[in-house]
């Protein structure tokens, strides 16, 4: 069992020891071990003589003093305190924990590694440096300033040679360009620039310099057509005609080659020629050269024959003859016919036949194609194809009316033939019976690939 005043030195061992005051009666001694229970006795014993002394004399203090030191330092002997060391500082004693603590000659602090060893608080000052003399420390020192010296003369003497063979560089090379590139570059461009490429809006390097205007250069995609120019003035006329759109189809037949197509042309167009849009039509085919011309000369035939057979329908605005009478009672405009539905686009098959009023001017077969493809979910495709019908469709009867002379303004059909084409006017009743609602009914089927084949086969 460790002894109370060995356990207060351990805890400070790097603490100068300051020794008691004379009066020793108040020190703790152990009591454990011959060495403690002599040094109480005698402490005791000097207590007693000290109190039973009259105090006043220097002599009996200085006695009473160093024999303090001289009991402390037995007590701290025993407990295993090194009074040995240097005056004025007490050594740690040589206990497993204080040797721990000072591993490697340098004080261990509170913090841990993560390997669970305590870190040292100041590293453990170096054994060759306490050893040199101050007049060697000097001599160190100098040659330290010396090479370091030495280093940055090296770097100082690399870096201007570097500087002076790039400088040299530079003005061999402004000599080189001066001398060949300059009389090459007139003599021989393309040697020094390259020969380039004869491609979109640069031509040969090595040729003159010339401009390249807009008809001259390159079109994308390789094309050969003549291009469509339209000046402000002719954009500005064209916006005010009236769109009258007539539907084309194309169904040409030349050699192993068969053309079909559809779509709208605008009959009041004074912009696009009817030859410049074939020429366009049958490139964006890429059809050999031979068979191009032959088809571009049939293509606008055709474009021209169906614009020249177009006929508009008219819609004539009149007032009531009687305004007490309703107009349906003298007069009858409504021209309703059925248009019946039969496209193919893809495996989706859409059948179906509606009523259609030909004299009314408020129907739109845009607006109503839009709208039922919106309703079956269908593609745009489709509804290019829907309004297509509905205006091929609504033209035979119309040029039916102009054949006929009929005027268009309210009087009955008088052809016979004409007039059966026409749905029964007027409506007896706003509902259908319900045996033919399923006849106006828009169906889809989706096609197999051998249905799509015997659909293929009955085109040709």
Known sequence: MRSPVATSSLNLPNQPYEPPLPNVQNAQVPHNG??????????????DKQVSR????????????????????????ASGVNVSAVPGQISAP????HIAERANGAAQSRKRSRSGSRRPSQPAPSSDATKLSPAAQQERLLKQYVASDQVHGAAMNDQ????RWLMQAKVEKVKYYK????????TDPGAVYGYGYAGYGNGRTDDKPRLVFPAQRKRMGGRRTKELHVSRKDMAQQADQLEELVPVRLDIEFEKIKLRDTFTWNLHDRVVP??????????????????????????????????????????????????????????NDEMRILIKLNITIGQITLVDQFEWDVNNPLNSADEFARSMARDLSLSGEFTTAIAHDIREQTQLFTRSLYITGHPCDGRPVEDPDLR??????????????????????PYLYELNEADMEKTELSML
Not at 34 to 47: C, E, F, K, N, V
Not at 94 to 97: D, I, L
Not at 315 to 326: G, K, R, S, Y
């Open 274 to 331: 009817p030859e410049l849009f074939a020429e366009n039509l049958v490139e964006d085919f890429r059809l050999p050269p031979e068979f191009s011309h032959q088809l571009v000369r049939q293509v606008h035939q055709e474009i021209q024959e169906q614009i020249q057979d177009f006929y508009p329908h008219v819609f004539i605005d009149e007032e009531a003859l009687d305004p007490h009478l309703p107009y349906h009672a003298y007069k």
């Open 34 to 47: 011959p060495l403690a229970q002599s040094a109480t006795r005698d402490t005791g014993a000097q207590g």
């Open 160 to 163: 201007e040679n570097k500087s």
């Open 420 to 441: 059966e084409g026409f749905l029964p006017s007027p409506l007896p009743s706003v509902f259908r019976p319900v045996q033919s609602a399923k006849d106006y009914t």
């Open 54 to 77: 009259e105090p006043g004399t220097n002599a009996e203090g200085k006695d009473a003093i160093r024999e303090g030191k001289q009991k402390a330092k037995a007590v701290m002997a």
């Open 179 to 186: 001398d060949e590139i300059r009389a090459l570059r007139q």
């Open 94 to 97: 040589n206990t497993p924990s």
